[in-house]
């Protein structure tokens, strides 16, 4: 078994994998009492999922006033930069308690793209390597099917000429 082969067939089981794994996920679903509704929205009002020291995380509803939270009697920053949403457009932050300030997409995103480990580059890898995965089925040329047809064609015409047997 060549590189290649081999190469291919870790990709082809990658491929599998993933597919397989998108079957399973589930929905996030939010803790009694801390799904902010349409009316809270309008108050400002947003859910924090609050990161402690051990790992452990609880979720808390909390409005904000000024541009921040209190949590714990700590003001807490809540710009727009910090809050994120859901599918169905609930806001919603994550805060690690010992810090002030929550955590920022818009701030990990640029990271990402300084560090190089961000997933777009993957993304592509993996659509030009499927593209490439499905290029590799060998199409029959015009002139193969051509022949092909000659030939049935040249049996048929014999048959006829000796008489076909019957």
């Not at 924090?48 to 051990?54: F, T, Y």
């Not at 000659?150 to 008489?163: M, T």
Request: net charge positive; aromatic share 8%.
């Amino acid at each position: 078994m060549g590189l290649d082969e081999r190469i291919e067939k870790t990709v082809n089981e990658k491929i599998l994998e993933l597919l397989e794994k998108k079957g399973e996920e589930k929905k996030f679903k939010y803790k009694f009492g801390t799904k902010v509704g349409k009316g809270q929205r309008k108050k400002n009002f947003i859910t924090l999922i609050i990161i402690k020291e051990n790992g452990n995380c609880l979720m808390k509803k909390y409005q904000i006033k000024d541009q921040t939270i209190m949590h714990e009697e700590i003001p807490r920053l809540a710009t727009a930069g910090y809050v994120m949403y859901d599918q169905k457009s609930n806001p919603l932050m994550i805060l690690p308690e010992w810090s002030v300030q929550p955590f920022s997409p818009l701030k990990h995103y640029s990271a990402s793209l300084n560090n190089g480990n961000n997933v777009n580059g993957y993304k592509i890898l993996m659509a030009k390597m499927i593209a490439g995965q499905l290029e590799t089925k060998k199409k029959m040329g015009n002139g193969f099917k051509i022949g092909i047809g000659l030939f049935v064609l040249a049996i048929i015409a014999y048959a006829l000429i000796s008489g076909g047997g019957a």
